[in-house]
């Protein structure tokens, strides 16, 4: 008994204790609802049999069903293209801000925490904002355009499937951008001034400083970001909610906004899940090169 | 008399009896009811007005958004904790009467000295109906029909006091009025992909012979084909695809569209906002002398089947059927009862324009009804679009529609 009690103050029922708190609270906090989603998955689900768990089970009919709608496809590429765009326009544009912010002038601090105004903003906010920005008839990002002679007639951002989801990718780069740029921005802070210093002394210029030193030194930061901004970009809802409801035919939906329109708006529960178990997939990739690419954040 | 008579009998002794003996303990009985009304909106001020007769009856009012108001109203039902009286949006109404989560309210009705179906318009009153059965009782309605812009029409050598009365007078009128160099188009209205747009685009299916049911009839094909004409000839913003009926309206009442369809929820705002005459006439009708139609909104009472009180929930019901007659001068909605005269306003303008908003309910139809309503609006939003869009031609998109909703049907 004193024996067990002393490994749970100091030993191996410590660490087991230490282990198992966040991990029953984890359990029960995001894997249960996960799990009953996965279940869900598989069962015949309408509002009748919300409130049980023991439903008609009905295999892989949920999935061959929603591959066999011509509109699953098309949303699944869509979705592909907006966490690869957006992604990619949030990291670039972020990593430019962090390395112009790096340089320090007066007042640097100052705007870099400005800039963060766009991440504290609610997504509605920001969708409600965008939406008129991108408005056809009278947006100002047409005004813009037009004044600077780039384009002749109004492009409708909303409304043309050609540019519907890359109106939504535009408002979300800007939405994300902030936050990236704010860790790239400590990440480039860690990296100790001595490193640059030798390298220039023996003649490395600046591209080969950033491109031997900068992004090897930032690898595990630049990893942590993507994954991150995988799971944000998964997540992005509101926006679509906001600018184009999925809209026009589709052009501009995306399975976390379809899961939603399924499940509230049709009330579809098993068709909703499915869509969500597909997403889980990808959000577990992504954690675990989350968690590959901290790993040695953590060690260090 | 059988021996069932004489059961089913007996029950209703001992029920009325036991009705008797609740509303005897007064205090005892509680009401709740759930419905998407803010203060200034009926049902708060109706509960408040109810409870101050003490009745015996005590009513607790919570209000639900409109978001919420399905998944809540399931998740309640499904266990066992749904309120007595719900409002209820009323494409929705089908999902819970078909499967017997309201309580079958015919009899009550057939017996009730206030609740009559005679009262209401056909539309409404239609949508609370499933299997010949009254599962509810209309709460409040209104339905769309064509603003138009005197001073444009003018402007534009067009008659002020004949608004277009057909689908081709409509596009002739919008080809006129439209003028890219003024910002101006022809028309607004909405093609949005959600319900809104199924919303706007049924009634015109409905006054060429189609329905949900029959959506790639010729009708339909043809009224699609008009949209479409409008969409391609710029005669509405291409934005129609994805702003719903309250935006696109505000650009009529900015002057940037010369008519628009949309509902008797913006007049208030236009009697403030638009610096100009105009009017409203009726939805324009495939040709002259065809059917009209329109589409019919707002929400309908109900009471959940598992209610413990379903005589005390009626007379809630009953109570909030009597005052009616105050929908319209205490919050401005339009009861869905055509025994009901609207007061005058004062207002010229709004006077005129619930006079043609009144005509026109008593062709309003309801969306349904059918316990799958979401999934019929879906597949109608997603042809509307692929059409629109010019990546179907109608025909091709009503097509896909209809055997997406014959799936549904079954």
Redo the contacts between chains.
Sequence with gaps: MKRLLSSITDGKGFDIALVAFPLGYLFLMSGLPLLYNVVMSFQEVD??????FWRPFVGLKNYRDLFAQ??TLPILYNTGIFVAASIAGQFLLGFGLALFFWTNFPGASWLRGLFLVSWVMPGLVVGAIWNWIL????GVLNFLLRETGIIDGNI?W????NF?LWAVIIANIWLGMAFNMILLSVGLSAIPKDLYEAAELDGANAFQRFWTITLPMMRSTIGAIISLGLIFTLQQFDLFAA?????????SNVTQYWAW?LS?????FAKGATISVIMIVFVMFASVVYVRSTRHEVRG | MGIRNLVVMGAFALASVSAFAVSAKAEDVTISVWSLDRDIQPAPNLVADFNKQNTGIKVEYRQIQF?DV??EA??A????QAPDIIAIDNPEHA?FSS?G?FLDLTDMIAKSTVIKTANYFPGPLASTVWDGKNYGVPKATNTIALYYNKDMFKAKGLDPNKPPQTWAELVEDARKLTDPAA?VYGLAFSA???EEGTFQFLPWVQMAGGGYENINSEGAVKALDVWKTIMDEKLA??????RGQWDSTG?FNSG?AAMAISGPWELDRMLTEAKFDWGVALLPVPEAGAERSSAMGDFNWAIFANTQHPAEAFKVLEYFTSQDNRMFSDFGQLPARSDIAIPATGKPLKDEALKVFIEQLKFAKPRGPHPEW??IS?AI??AI??A??G?MSSKEALD?AAEKIKAVLG
Excluded: C, H, W
């Design positions: 509002m009748f049999s919300l409130g049980s011509p509109e408005s056809g008839d009278f409708f909303r409304s043309d499937p519907s600018i184009t409801s999925g809209g026009p035919n589709n052009s329109d509230f708006r049709q009330y579809d | 978001d399905v998944s399931m998740r039902y499904s266990t066992g999902l499967r989560a910002n949005k992909a959600s913003s291409p934005d129609t695809l994805t650009t940037n979401p999934k879906k939003q997603d679009q692929a629109l869009t990546q896909q």
